[in-house]
């Protein structure tokens, strides 16, 4: 038996464990029982924490990160715990088995059960074999490596559905959490600051090392250099590239040619797990050419008028389609699209060119909480649209105080839908493509900051790294 003292957070230190104010999870375990008894809900909960994945053999594994939901209601991370918490009482139980002795020989030494629990604010401390006992009817929610979900399928003695969304009572628990995890406290908001921070540091060593770098592997080293050298982690593999078309582009292979665009998209995770996401976009030589300058000032209006839209009440699929009009707007007057924009929208002309959303929710995960499928993006009673230029937006919700969002418009030449015969023919009259081939050398520019929604508008916390070009070419000789 442990009490909620919480002392145990200064012993974890020495053991290099991070840990959340016991107050602050205490607080969020609080908000998730209210959360499920408004929902009509009295089962317990059993959230696990996962495992690190093995790369090639048992004993040579991936770098251990805790299953988010794990990391939000208890605060801290270890391999192999669950959590299983009571409504009636709000009584917290923690589940893991101490490592043996032949651990330390490898691992160093392990903080001991009542210890970690202690931190957690926990209530009881048990070990994994006695949780059989405690999870009767508890609602989970699963983990998404496969090897791990197994075990948590054992632990609990049940299957756990892997449809994108949970169902059953799981999914009546994805709800409650993410009624909790939606607006974030200020210790998250905080971790989140102290993420994009340490980004700003990357970013602006990136930009500065574009010039004289001769492959995107060097560019690449030098940003998570910074972000690993101020103790915290990747929040996603980082896109470091020149083929700024592939969206997700995770090879850094490719020499910088002095045409060429650079587009970094690249945050920091902090030792809680809490993210930052910035991209920005420069040119190789130093100096944006006249057709990237024009793309990239079209792709900037629209970025900075969707950031201004950020607000309590707005609807932010409506700020996407804002986006979308204001880039429709500037590729029409640069000769690439014709006719009005407004149609050219309802026609998802744009997407062409953008064919993913403006944004999404950004906090433990960089995309967050999408583990839930669309449970958190898209607001009760709103589905996703099958449409070209709708189908991709992750966020789909009136903002509210307390929510982190991405604003992230782009331009791309993706070949794959550029040169889709189907689309070519529906868009025949409504792009010139001569035009379009002035600007070769433009593939993908994106530019994306992190934006806090508060009481009375937004707060653009990535602000100290500049987008516009003037000052992204000074940074660039500096």
């Given at each position: 038996?442990?009490?909620?003292?919480?002392?145990?957070?200064?012993?974890?230190?020495?053991?290099?464990?991070?840990?959340?104010?016991?107050?602050?999870?205490?607080d969020?375990?609080?908000?998730?029982?209210?959360?499920?008894?408004?929902?009509?809900?009295?089962?317990?909960?059993?959230?696990?924490?996962?495992?690190?994945?093995?790369?090639?053999?048992?004993?040579?594994?991936?770098?251990?990160?805790?299953?988010?939901?794990?990391?939000?209601?208890?605060?801290?991370?270890?391999?192999?715990?669950?959590?299983?918490?009571?409504?009636?009482?709000?009584?917290?139980?923690?589940?893991?088995?101490?490592?043996?002795?032949?651990?330390?020989?490898?691992?160093?030494?392990?903080?001991?059960?009542?210890?970690?629990?202690?931190?957690?604010?926990?209530?009881?401390?048990?070990?994994?074999?006695?949780?059989?006992?405690?999870?009767?009817?508890?609602?989970?929610?699963?983990?998404?490596?496969?090897?791990?979900?197994?075990?948590?399928?054992?632990?609990?003695?049940?299957?756990?559905?892997?449809?994108?969304?949970?169902?059953?009572?799981?999914?009546?628990?994805?709800?409650?959490?993410?009624?909790v995890?939606?607006?974030?406290?200020?210790?998250?908001?905080?971790?989140?600051?102290?993420?994009?921070?340490?980004?700003?540091?990357?970013?602006?060593l990136?930009?500065?090392?574009?010039?004289?770098?001769?492959?995107?592997?060097?560019?690449?080293?030098?940003?998570?250099?910074?972000?690993?050298?101020?103790?915290?982690?990747?929040?996603?593999?980082?896109?470091?590239?020149?083929?700024?078309?592939?969206?997700?582009?995770?090879?850094?292979?490719?020499?910088?040619?002095?045409?060429?665009?650079l587009?970094?998209?690249v945050?920091?995770?902090?030792?809680?797990?809490?993210?930052?996401?910035?991209?920005?976009?420069?040119?190789?030589?130093?100096?944006?050419?006249?057709t990237?300058?024009?793309?990239?000032?079209?792709?900037?209006?629209?970025?900075?008028?969707?950031?201004?839209?950020?607000?309590?009440?707005?609807?932010?699929q409506?700020?996407?389609?804002?986006?979308?009009?204001?880039?429709?707007?500037?590729?029409?007057?640069?000769?690439?699209?014709?006719?009005?924009?407004?149609?050219?929208?309802?026609?998802?002309?744009?997407?062409?060119?953008?064919?993913?959303?403006?944004?999404?929710?950004?906090?433990?995960?960089?995309?967050?909480?999408?583990?839930?499928?669309?449970?958190?993006?898209?607001?009760?009673g709103?589905?996703?649209?099958?449409?070209?230029?709708?189908?991709?937006?992750?966020?789909?919700?009136?903002?509210?105080?307390?929510?982190?969002v991405?604003i992230?418009?782009?331009?791309?030449?993706?070949?794959?839908?550029?040169?889709?015969?189907?689309?070519?023919?529906?868009?025949?009259?409504?792009?010139?493509?001569?035009?379009?081939?002035?600007?070769?050398?433009?593939?993908?520019?994106?530019?994306?900051?992190?934006?806090?929604?508060?009481?009375?508008?937004?707060?653009?916390?990535?602000?100290?790294?500049?987008?516009?070009?003037?000052?992204?070419?000074?940074?660039?000789?500096?």
């Amino acid at each position: 038996m442990v009490t909620k003292s919480g002392l145990g957070q200064f012993e974890l230190a020495q053991f290099g464990i991070a840990t959340t104010p016991v107050e602050v999870v205490r607080d969020r375990r609080r908000r998730l029982v209210q959360a499920l008894q408004k929902l009509g809900a009295d089962f317990p909960i059993a959230l696990c924490s996962s495992r690190a994945p093995a790369k090639n053999f048992p004993a040579n594994c991936h770098y251990f990160r805790a299953s988010s939901h794990f990391l939000y209601f208890a605060g801290l991370g270890i391999e192999n715990a669950v959590i299983v918490l009571e409504p009636q009482g709000d009584h917290l139980t923690l589940f893991w088995d101490e490592p043996g002795p032949g651990a330390a020989l490898w691992h160093g030494p392990e903080p001991s059960r009542d210890q970690v629990a202690a931190a957690m604010g926990a209530d009881e401390a048990r070990s994994l074999g006695n949780l059989h006992k405690f999870i009767d009817g508890a609602a989970s929610i699963y983990l998404p490596d496969p090897g791990a979900r197994l075990g948590q399928e054992a632990m609990l003695g049940r299957s756990l559905s892997t449809s994108p969304e949970p169902e059953g009572i799981d999914g009546v628990l994805a709800r409650a959490i993410v009624e909790v995890r939606l607006r974030h406290d200020e210790f998250a908001i905080a971790e989140i600051k102290k993420a994009v921070n340490v980004s700003i540091q990357a970013h602006t060593l990136g930009i500065q090392r574009t010039r004289n770098s001769p492959i995107e592997s060097q560019v690449c080293a030098a940003m998570e250099a910074v972000i690993y050298s101020n103790q915290c982690g990747m929040a996603y593999n980082s896109i470091v590239t020149i083929a700024g078309e592939v969206l997700h582009n995770n090879y850094y292979h490719n020499p910088l040619g002095k045409h060429d665009l650079l587009l970094a998209d690249v945050g920091a995770e902090t030792a809680l797990g809490w993210a930052a996401d910035i991209t920005r976009t420069s040119p190789v030589s130093g100096k944006f050419s006249p057709t990237q300058k024009a793309l990239y000032d079209v792709v900037l209006d629209a970025h900075d008028q969707g950031i201004a839209a950020v607000k309590p009440g707005a609807d932010y699929q409506d700020i996407h389609l804002l986006a979308c009009g204001v880039l429709a707007e500037g590729l029409v007057d640069l000769g690439i699209l014709k006719g009005n924009p407004e149609s050219l929208v309802d026609a998802d002309a744009h997407a062409l060119f953008f064919p993913h959303g403006v944004g999404h929710l950004l906090g433990l995960d960089v995309h967050d909480m999408e583990d839930l499928g669309d449970v958190a993006g898209y607001a009760p009673g709103r589905v996703r649209s099958d449409r070209f230029g709708l189908g991709f937006l992750r966020l789909s919700r009136i903002l509210e105080p307390g929510m982190v969002v991405t604003i992230e418009p782009g331009f791309y030449q993706v070949p794959a839908i550029l040169n889709n015969a189907e689309w070519r023919k529906s868009y025949a009259e409504m792009v010139n493509w001569d035009r379009l081939a002035e600007f070769s050398d433009v593939r993908g520019i994106r530019i994306e900051d992190d934006v806090l929604v508060t009481e009375t508008g937004n707060e653009v916390l990535t602000a100290d790294l500049p987008t516009d070009t003037e000052s992204i070419e000074a940074l660039m000789l500096s």
